[in-house]
Structure formats: structure tokens, C-alpha cells
């Protein structure tokens, strides 16, 4: 049996285009003991497929991929047959074999530090994708980076960037309702002001209208007692100036660097002098808090204290749009595909 499968055509070397992805016909892999095939429904579009299309990826995570090789991400989809005691056909499951009409998947590899490993997932009322999306890994990383990473307090000060994305939008709206008061920043004045208007901010930027030290010193003149970057670049060392001393950052995301080269910050010696808390993260390694995350961002979708939002681009032939649409912020919310 052949499926679709996006694969990388040719290597970025600068701004990924959708000609650097094509669409093949691959044969599936046969099904073994163990495996499931799975007929997919809804992909995720993750930015960090991008760090595995360049030459090299950074060391410790996931290697490239080489040309011709199909892409990979998180995804969700139903059992069409099964050779694993614990799955039926019929099941919706939640796994890392995206891009591609159908999949064989192993129900014990495991991916992304576990958070692709193929898991069953009881929707209940809930639309699926929102298991890709506030309910699933991006609602995850929001509250794990808040949370667990860099303890939130109601009297913080709490920057987000790229806080209309998947991520960000969730994020924002954690932190407000724990009390935070949030600034936010996104791409675009539309962006900038929806997220006050809609999803609660304090204060908002376009990160375009200026230099980021004033930027951040306007919506914040008091400074920051924490930054949850989802950005990198010049938005982390404009960070490190504004925290107060005791401040804490979770280290999302880098997005900003992910289609250029990256340097250092010259006033890494902040972190010194102000005694700050800098820590990565990746939500695939805190997958026991599913259910505590769950329960706290459902209860609030279903009293409707907090909205989501999603960029849906219809038919697998779109997802190189989606992704590049996505790395270049002309998408919001959760940015999906659905088959
Ligand atoms: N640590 C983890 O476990 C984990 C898990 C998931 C995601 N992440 C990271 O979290 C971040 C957000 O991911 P997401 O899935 O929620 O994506 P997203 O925010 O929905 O989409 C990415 C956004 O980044 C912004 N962006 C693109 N280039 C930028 C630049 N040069 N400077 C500033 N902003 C830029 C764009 O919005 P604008 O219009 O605002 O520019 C775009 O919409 C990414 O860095 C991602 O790699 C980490």
C-alpha cells in the first residue's frame, strides 16, 4: 500500500519555500507485531521540524533528515488495523508519524522525549485537534514552561513572546488567570492588539515597531520577574536587561533563529548580576502532567474563561504552505492540517 508522504525535495539554505517539500508516494512499511496502522486525521505544524532540514541540527536533538526522507511530527489519527493487544481499530490515537495520509506505527518507539509515543486519546465532547492543540503538546509546553519551569506567582510580571501562536496564546492566557500581570508580543499590530483584547494581556507589542530594550521598558517600566521566550535572538538578551534580580526564564523556543545563524548575547553576565534562573525545557519530558494540564485548561475552554484559536489548511497537498506559513507569522493559534 502507498500513502502521500511530504518529504524534504531539496535542503533550505536560508527561508524554507514550499519547493524544498514535495509530496511522494511511498510504500508503507509492513505491519509487524506490535504495530498499528493509522489512517491520519489532523497534523500538528510544529516549527521545530525546521532545526531538521538544514545540514545539521543542533547537538542533543533530533538529527536531519536527508533528502527524501519523509517528515515527521505530531499527529492525530484513527486505527484502521492492529497488531497491538491495547489498540482497536476505530481508536483515535495521538503519534509522531504526521506528513503523510497513512501511517505504520510501532506502539512502543517512542519520539520527542515521549510525547509522540502512539498513546490512545479518549476525546470525550472535545473537537480531536484540540488534542494536538491546548489539550495536547502546545497547551503542555505552556504549562510546564509557566508552572513547573519558572513557578509563576500572581505578582509577577510575565513576558510571552510569540504570544498569538499555539504556545504563546495558551501561555498568555495561563498567566493571566493565575494573576500574572502578562505582557505579550507577537509580529503585527493586529496580532499585538488582539492579544489584549481577546486574550487578556496587560499590554501588548509588535516586536517590528522598535528597538526590543525600549519596547520591553514601555509595556514593562518597572521590568519583568520572569520571560517565557518561545523566540530566542534579539528577544533574550533584551530579556536579560529587563529582569528584576531573582527573575526567571523558561527557554521554550528559539523560532527567530531557526532560519539564520545564531550568535551569543554580549550581557550574558546579567544572569550573574541580577542572580537570575535560566532553564530549557521540553514538554515531552513532563508527560505525567497530561492530566493535571488537562483538567486545568479544559475546565476553563468549557466555562469559556479561555478561547482557542487555530489556522486549519484543508488537504495533506497544503501542508508545506501551513509550515512555511507558520515560520514566517502568517498563521495564529494552533496551526494545523487537516486530511
Ligand atoms: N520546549 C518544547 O517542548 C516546545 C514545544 C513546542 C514548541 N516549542 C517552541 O515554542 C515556540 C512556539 O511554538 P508554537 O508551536 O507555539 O508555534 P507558533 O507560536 O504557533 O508559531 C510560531 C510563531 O513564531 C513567530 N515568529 C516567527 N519568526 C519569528 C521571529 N523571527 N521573531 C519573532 N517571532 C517569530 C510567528 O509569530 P509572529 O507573527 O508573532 O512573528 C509565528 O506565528 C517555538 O520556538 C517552538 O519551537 C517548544
Known amino acids: 500500500m502507498l500513502s502521500r508522504t511530504l518529504c524534504l525535495a531539496a535542503r533550505p539554505s536560508g527561508k524554507l519555500a514550499t519547493i524544498h517539500l514535495e509530496l511522494q508516494e511511498i510504500p508503507l512499511a509492513p505491519l509487524l507485531d506490535g504495530d498499528v496502522l493509522v489512517k491520519n486525521t489532523w497534523l500538528s505544524v510544529d516549527p521545530s521540524i525546521r532545526l531538521r532540514l538544514g545540514e545539521s541540527a543542533p547537538s542533543g536533538y533530533l538529527p536531519p533528515l536527508s533528502v527524501g526522507e519523509a517528515l515527521v511530527g505530531l499527529a492525530l489519527?484513527?486505527?484502521?488495523?492492529?497488531?497491538?493487544?491495547?489498540?482497536r481499530p476505530g481508536d483515535l490515537v495521538s503519534h509522531m508519524n504526521g506528513y503523510r495520509d497513512?501511517?505504520?506505527?510501532?506502539?512502543?518507539?517512542?519520539?520527542?522525549?515521549?510525547?509522540?509515543?502512539?498513546?490512545?486519546?479518549?476525546a470525550g465532547d472535545w473537537p480531536h485537534q484540540w488534542f494536538l492543540g491546548p489539550l495536547g503538546s502546545s497547551?503542555?509546553?505552556?504549562?510546564?514552561?509557566?508552572?513547573?519551569?519558572?513557578?509563576?506567582?500572581?505578582?509577577?510580571?510575565?513576558?510571552?513572546?510569540?504570544?498569538a501562536g499555539a504556545v504563546g496564546s495558551t501561555a498568555t492566557q495561563l498567566a493571566v488567570h493565575h494573576g500574572c500581570t502578562v505582557i505579550a508580543s507577537a509580529g503585527s499590530r493586529l496580532k499585538a492588539d488582539h492579544l489584549v483584547d481577546a486574550l487578556g494581556a496587560s499590554r501588548s507589542f509588535d516586536y517590528h515597531d522598535g528597538d526590543m530594550d525600549s519596547l520591553l521598558a514601555q509595556a514593562a517600566p518597572h521590568g519583568i520577574?520572569?520571560?517565557?521566550?518561545?523566540?530566542?535572538?534579539?528577544?533574550?538578551?533584551?530579556?536579560?536587561?529587563?529582569?528584576?534580580?531573582?527573575?526567571?526564564?523558561?527557554?521554550?523556543?528559539?523560532?527567530?533563529?531557526?532560519?539564520?545563524?545564531?550568535?551569543?548575547?554580549?550581557?550574558?553576565?546579567?544572569?550573574?548580576?541580577?542572580?537570575l534562573s535560566i532553564r530549557g525545557f521540553r514538554a515531552g519530558s513532563f508527560g505525567h502532567l497530561y492530566d493535571r494540564m488537562r483538567s486545568i485548561v479544559g475546565s476553563r475552554l468549557a466555562d469559556g474563561t479561555m478561547i482557542y484559536e487555530e489556522s486549519v489548511y484543508d488537504g495533506l497537498e497544503l501542508a508545506s504552505t501551513a509550515l512555511v506559513d507558520l515560520l514566517n507569522g502568517r498563521t495564529s493559534g494552533k496551526t494545523l492540517c487537516r486530511l
Not at 497513512?102 to 517512542?110: D, I, L
Not at 509546553?141 to 510571552?160: C, H, K, Q
Open 225 to 275: 520577574d520572569a520571560y517565557f521566550d518561545n523566540v530566542g535572538g534579539s528577544h533574550f538578551p533584551a530579556a536579560l536587561n529587563a529582569l528584576r534580580p531573582e527573575g526567571r526564564v523558561a527557554m521554550c523556543g528559539a523560532i527567530s533563529t531557526y532560519e539564520t545563524s545564531n550568535t551569543l548575547p554580549s550581557n550574558l553576565f546579567q544572569i550573574t548580576a541580577k542572580s
Open 102 to 122: 497513512y501511517a505504520t506505527v510501532s506502539a512502543t518507539a517512542g519520539g520527542l522525549g515521549g510525547a509522540g509515543t502512539l498513546t490512545k486519546i479518549d
Open 139 to 163: 497547551g503542555l509546553t505552556a504549562y510546564v514552561g509557566l508552572f513547573e519551569v519558572m513557578n509563576i506567582r500572581p505578582s509577577d510580571t510575565v513576558w510571552i513572546s510569540a504570544a
Open 77 to 87: 489519527g484513527t486505527v484502521v488495523e492492529s497488531r497491538h493487544e491495547n489498540f
